[in-house]
């Protein structure tokens, strides 16, 4: 039995039955119905409170791992883009320098390459991040 099967009718709240009792007035069953009644709605509406409540929290935890998600996913692809401009920016520099010279410099070409690389892509990201918040605003 699926979910929507067992919750097409209202067999699954379990609410207390009216009994009615024979040797009382007409009067005082009227008052026990009635009572009865509102314990029954009170219920009720606290069950659909509960619910509502567990909903709630079902759908706060789907919102924080969504921004987890994308947090991840924005510091990914930050780092994806620092090297790939690093070593982009790398072999550019060694293609117009000779080999004493590469080798002389190394060092601060890595560094300066790396430098630029993450320059690069903190602007990318961030001009990214915009268009996107930008987006969600609209």
């Given amino acids: 039995m699926t979910n929507q099967e067992r919750y097409s009718d209202y067999k699954w709240i379990k609410v207390k039955r009216y009994t009615m009792d024979e040797s009382k007035a007409w009067e005082e069953r009227y008052k026990a119905l009635d009572d009865h009644h509102i314990k029954e709605t009170s219920f009720l509406i606290e069950e659909v409170r ?7 929290s ?28 690093g070593i982009l920016v790398m072999f550019i ?16 070409l890595l560094a300066v390459s790396l430098l630029v690389g ?21």
């Avoid at 509960?50 to 709630?56: E, N, V």
Wanted: charged share 30%; net charge positive; hydrophobic share 40%.
């Fill in 50 to 56: 509960s619910l509502a409540k567990q909903l709630d």
């Fill in 58 to 85: 079902v759908e706060e935890a789907e919102q924080k791992l969504k921004k987890k998600q994308e947090r991840a996913d924005a510091i990914r692809s930050f780092f994806v883009m620092w090297w790939g401009f």
């Fill in 93 to 108: 520099a060694k293609a117009f320098m000779d080999e004493p010279t590469q080798h002389r410099y190394s060092g601060w």
């Fill in 118 to 138: 993450a320059v690069c892509s903190f602007i990318l990201s961030r001009i990214q991040w915009k268009k996107k918040n930008h987006e969600k605003v609209t």
